[in-house]
Structures are given as structure tokens and as C-alpha cells.
């Protein structure tokens, strides 16, 4: 199975801020990497698929980036609405494999 | 609008069994691949199981084949997961999910609101 490993694993920043995430596969994925905002008790929502593309309806500020073995997510000027946790997750191969997550926090 | 709505998880003892159901609506339920995702309490995301649009490929992370059946009707719009021989470990809320574009099988974009299930004695 590939593993996804995610850093840092916890973040704390400021409304404004730019952010970067950074996600690393244990083999080649190609751009097949997708990144999840997910907030306490609900279902995780889809912001990127294929490494860079902007799933409808996310605001712009968030973007992505790489191919390969190595992803980021940068969200341009953290709004309120954006302090949640974040998973990167490959879509390469069966079973698809998740980050263990990036706790984004209010500081 | 596409939505999904799981339901069916509960309290279950060690060894026992469990049958989850997910309910598509606003969507062509046929076109998709479907999975199962889920998430033990305070922990990160696990893909479960999926199966193709007619039902005839069915995948399992290792930890639960043999244990776990993923099937569907398309002429309900249904999916289930029949879990049997559980245990502790498969405590977790558990997820039906529908990929963002029909040619697409594991980027999530539909989620259902998610179904506790908990196995202990």
C-alpha cells in the first residue's frame, strides 16, 4: 500500500496568513492527490483533486501543487472559516490511502 | 442536488454483525463507483471498500476482507456494507462516499452525514 505522510501535522496561524501544507507519497503517484478539509462532526468536503485542480463551489484562495511524490496545498489568506483539519489522500491505486491529517488551528 | 444518507450503525458486541445502508438521491446513482470510508474516534480517514457501477468488482483493505460485503441496487440507489465477526477496532463512523466525476473512482466529493458504529461488549 502507499503511504501518505503529512507535515506538519499540526499548524497554528492567523486570519490572513498564507499557508502551506505539504504531503509526500511513498512511491510515484503521478498528480493523482487529492486534498480534504474535514471539521469536527461532519463529513470531509473536497477541495482539490488530481494534485491541482479546484473541486466547485471552494473558494480560490486554496490551491495545489506537484506531481510525483511530493503535494502541497496553500491557502492563500486564511479566512475564519478555514481553521479545520486537512487530509491528503491518493487516488493512484487500490486501497486509496490517506494522510494522517493537519490540524489547523486558531493562534 | 446529490446527496447521500447512511444508516444502520449501532452497538454491537465483539463477534456480532452489522448491516449499513447508504441511500443516493439527486444524482444517477448507476454511473458511479461507491465506497465506504471510515473514521475511528479522534483518528484520521480509512477507505473501506468500493464497488464498480454494476456491482461485479468489489476491493476491501486487507483488514477487513473476508469479514465485510459491500453490495448495491441500483434500482433502489442503494449501497450496503454487511459487517460480520467484528471487533474492537472497527469502532468508527463510517462513510458512504461517490466520486467527483463518473470516470473517477476514489476522489470523494459526495459524502453521506456519516453512521456511528461501535462494537463492545
Redesign the interface.
Given at each position: 500500500d502507499i503511504q501518505m505522510t503529512q507535515s506538519p501535522s499540526s499548524l497554528s496561524a492567523s486570519v490572513g496568513d498564507r499557508v502551506t501544507i505539504t504531503c509526500r507519497a511513498s512511491q510515484s503517484i503521478s498528480t493523482y492527490l487529492?486534498w480534504?478539509q474535514?471539521k469536527p462532526g461532519k463529513?470531509?468536503?473536497?477541495l482539490i483533486?488530481?494534485a491541482s485542480s479546484l473541486?466547485s463551489g471552494v473558494p480560490s484562495r486554496f490551491s495545489g501543487s506537484g506531481s510525483g511524490t511530493d503535494f502541497t496545498l496553500t491557502i492563500s489568506s486564511l479566512q475564519p472559516e478555514d481553521f479545520a483539519t486537512y487530509?491528503c489522500?491518493q487516488?493512484y491505486n487500490?486501497?486509496?490511502?490517506?494522510?494522517?491529517?493537519t490540524n489547523l488551528e486558531i493562534k | 442536488e446529490a446527496q447521500l444518507v447512511e444508516s444502520g450503525g449501532g452497538l454491537v458486541q465483539p463477534g456480532g454483525s452489522l448491516r449499513l445502508s447508504c441511500v443516493g438521491s439527486g444524482f444517477t446513482f448507476s454511473d458511479y463507483w461507491m465506497s465506504w470510508v471510515r473514521q475511528a474516534p479522534g483518528k484520521?480517514?480509512?477507505?473501506v471498500a468500493?464497488i464498480n457501477q454494476d456491482g461485479s468488482g468489489e476491493?476491501y483493505?486487507?483488514s477487513v476482507k473476508g469479514r465485510f460485503t459491500i453490495s448495491r441496487d441500483n434500482a433502489k440507489s442503494s449501497l450496503c456494507l454487511q459487517m460480520n465477526s467484528l471487533r474492537g477496532e472497527d469502532t468508527a463512523v463510517y462513510?458512504c462516499a461517490r466520486p467527483?466525476r463518473v470516470e473517477?473512482?476514489?476522489?470523494?466529493?459526495i459524502?453521506?452525514?456519516?453512521t456511528m458504529v461501535t462494537v463492545s461488549s
Open positions: 487529492n480534504y474535514q463529513a470531509p468536503n473536497l483533486y488530481r473541486q487530509y489522500q487516488s487500490t486501497p486509496p490511502t490517506f494522510g494522517q491529517g | 484520521g480517514l480509512e477507505w468500493n476491493y483493505v486487507d462513510y467527483n473517477s473512482r476514489h476522489s470523494f466529493s459524502w453521506g452525514q456519516g
